[in-house]
């Protein structure tokens, strides 16, 4: 069992930046893959990026390739997302997520636990 508390959301201007932040509790924590998704207004929740248990491999959405940076903390149970150059459809609730490597490579929203999200709003 994984329990994940997403922290770190907030209102930022486009082009600024903003750390979220998950820390997860469990003893798997450090064996499980983590995601962060986003949901949009209107849209469905999609893969933002991912990393994998040991932090060496990540997987990164097109749209957030080269501004988004994933990466985790083992001994803190703590995975992190830092957002930069911010835009305006960046806006949505971001979750974190617990699953297996192979649904983050598949950029699947099939994950085994979930936060219950922290909502981040960009302002043009």
């Known amino acids: 069992q994984v329990q994940l508390v997403e922290s770190g959301g907030g209102l930022v201007q486009a082009g600024g930046s903003l750390r979220l932040s998950c820390a997860g509790s469990g003893s798997i924590f450090s064996i499980t893959a983590m995601g962060w998704y986003r949901q949009a207004p209107g849209k469905q929740r999609e893969l933002v990026a991912g990393?994998?248990?040991?932090?060496?491999?990540?997987n990164y959405a097109g749209s957030v390739k080269g501004r988004f940076t994933i990466s985790r903390d083992n001994a803190k149970n703590t995975v992190y997302l830092q957002m930069n150059s911010l835009k305006s459809e960046d806006t949505g609730v971001y979750y974190c997520a617990a699953g297996a490597w192979r649904t983050v490579v598949a950029m699947s929203g099939a994950m085994d636990y979930w936060g219950k999200g922290t909502l981040v709003t960009v302002s043009s």
């Open positions: 990393i994998s248990s040991s932090g060496g491999r990540t």
